[in-house]
């Protein structure tokens, strides 16, 4: 929900910058938007039209709601009594309403302390804490001492020089289940579901939040300051999750994200897992799939040219034909060793690549923060009017938080290394049986990741223009100590002219 009265408009406040601020918010934690409000009332009340045209469609789809999000507080209500009321209303619905620069975590009774500081005094800006403090928060910080509020499956404690420190409490039983259930392929619904049986209630927006934090894993992130570049650090406190583990949980949730900006066509059915991936041979345009009913009521399912109209598979026969060409490519030994070497190589190069992302990552968060920090002076020299340096500050603020997402996640890819080489080895070794026991998911990222042109169906085998290099180059090792006949991958896999010529050669050593 985004609201502008008529007033603020002028001051800023544009629906526009909310509704975006928001949308982007829905999209990095993985939540999907189901309506968009926009307001032009003051939050006086809740009697204000557009809040009830809410009201009225949060009834009709009880339970199909869980979030009401705005930008600010004050977005929501300017009057203390009137929020507790709604929000407990809201509660009944079944909705948490969410302030996404404001996070609140309700369920803690504590917490409605800030939701009063917020919304008494919405004008409340952080920014006019002394510099002090934010170095020394910074500093705590640096030193590995958590210092917001404690986390979910943390409370505060001292420690021996009678400092706080957050230490585990109960919940971290209900935190540590959640970070394997993802590794263990359940989804995030699933797992709240699960959570809430054993009475641990967590938004689908906080559970993303808290498997990304690293805090659970002993860590803390240090946001980039000035010339200092963001960074994680040991924690004094103990960890909940190991980090081998917490580094897979990065992964798939990084996984996740991927999926979810994929465009709608790519989304595949289990019948027709291949299409998108495969050519027509004749016309040499993408194949369609659709299934068709038979006399007899039984639903089969095609992959056809829809622009030659020439070509017609069942979609069975797809499948065997793709096995066939899997089966075939069949290794010795000795050539796991040279994956396993070339993987390292190819990997090694990752991570150079990867450091120069992150690096990149620093210097556009830094640039971000140098534009707080201008914005700052500029208000405090009476250059910038107060009326436009909330938007601006609320903008740049966001990019600098989807940045270190941005950074947080590269930093779980180094560790994927060792888990690669593992399953790698054994899966190249003998694609055949691997393919077999792979989900239709597993396939199509198998198939994509060994075929990186698209794939031509033939009437008893594929044809392509390229192979994965590195396979190729396997292959071709693998035939050399068969004394086999170069240039031929498998008998049910040709290589068009152009490509076998060039791009195959016989590997010397
Ligand atoms: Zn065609």
Not at 159 to 170: E, K
Not at 380 to 398: N, T, V
């Amino acid at each position: 929900m985004a609201r502008v009265s008529s007033d603020e408009q002028a001051l800023g406040y544009s629906l526009r910058v909310q509704e975006d601020n928001i949308s982007d918010y829905c999209q990095r934690n993985d939540i999907l938007v189901v309506h968009v409000f926009r307001e032009d009332h003051s939050a006086k009340n809740f009697n204000r039209p557009e809040f009830q045209e809410f009201l009225k469609f949060a009834k009709k789809s009880k339970g199909n709601i869980d979030l009401l999000l705005f930008t600010t507080w004050d977005r929501f209500s300017r009057n203390i009594q009137d929020a507790y009321f709604m929000i407990s209303k809201l509660e009944k619905l079944g909705i948490v309403p969410m302030a996404i620069q404001q996070p609140i975590d309700l369920s803690i009774p504590e917490n409605k302390m800030m939701l009063a500081v917020y919304l008494v005094i919405p004008e409340i800006d952080n920014d006019r804490r002394s510099i002090k403090i934010r170095e020394g928060i910074r500093k705590a910080l640096e030193s590995g001492r958590w210092c917001h509020a404690a986390p979910r499956g943390y409370s505060y404690n001292q420690d021996h020089h009678s400092r706080s420190i957050i230490v585990p409490n109960d919940d971290a039983k209900h935190i540590r289940f959640a970070f394997e259930k993802l590794d263990q392929g359940l989804q995030q619904a699933d797992i709240i579901r699960e959570l809430k049986k054993r009475k641990f209630t967590v938004l689908r927006s906080r559970l993303s939040e808290i498997l990304r934090n690293p805090v659970y894993t002993g860590m803390i992130m240090v946001p980039a300051y000035e010339d200092k570049p963001a960074q994680l650090v040991d924690g004094l406190h103990e960890g909940i999750v190991d980090q081998t583990l917490f580094y897979r949980v990065q992964r798939i949730l990084h996984n996740n994200i991927k999926k979810m900006n994929r465009p709608k066509g790519y989304r595949k059915r289990e019948e027709l897992p291949y299409r998108g991936m495969l050519l027509c041979s004749k016309c040499h345009m993408p194949l369609t799939g659709s299934a068709s009913r038979s006399r007899s009521g039984q639903k089969y399912y095609y992959y056809h040219c829809n622009h030659c109209h020439k070509e017609r598979f069942r979609a069975e026969k797809v499948e065997e034909i793709i096995g066939k060409v899997m089966e075939s490519f069949k290794f010795r030994k000795q050539v796991s060793e040279l994956y396993k070497e070339m993987v390292r190589l190819i990997l090694k190069g990752g991570v150079t690549e990867r450091d120069a992302k992150r690096r990149n990552i620093l210097d556009q968060t830094k640039k971000l923060e140098g534009r707080l920090e201008k914005l700052q002076d500029m208000l405090a020299d009476g250059e910038l009017d107060p009326k436009d340096y909330q938007p601006m500050r609320a903008k740049y603020e966001f990019q600098k938080q989807s940045k270190l997402t941005e950074f947080d996640d590269l930093l779980g890819m180094d560790d994927q290394y060792d888990e690669i080489v593992k399953t790698g080895t054994s899966t190249i070794y003998n694609l055949g049986q691997a393919w077999i026991s792979e989900t239709i998911e597993g396939k199509i990222n198998l198939l994509g990741s060994i075929f990186p042109e698209k794939l031509e169906i033939l009437e008893e085998n594929c044809r392509t223009t390229k192979v994965n290099d590195f396979l190729r180059f396997i292959v071709q090792v693998d035939k050399e100590l068969k004394e086999n006949e170069k240039g031929q991958l498998s008998p049910y896999l040709k290589l068009s002219r152009q490509v076998e010529t060039t791009g195959v050669e016989p590997v010397t050593s």
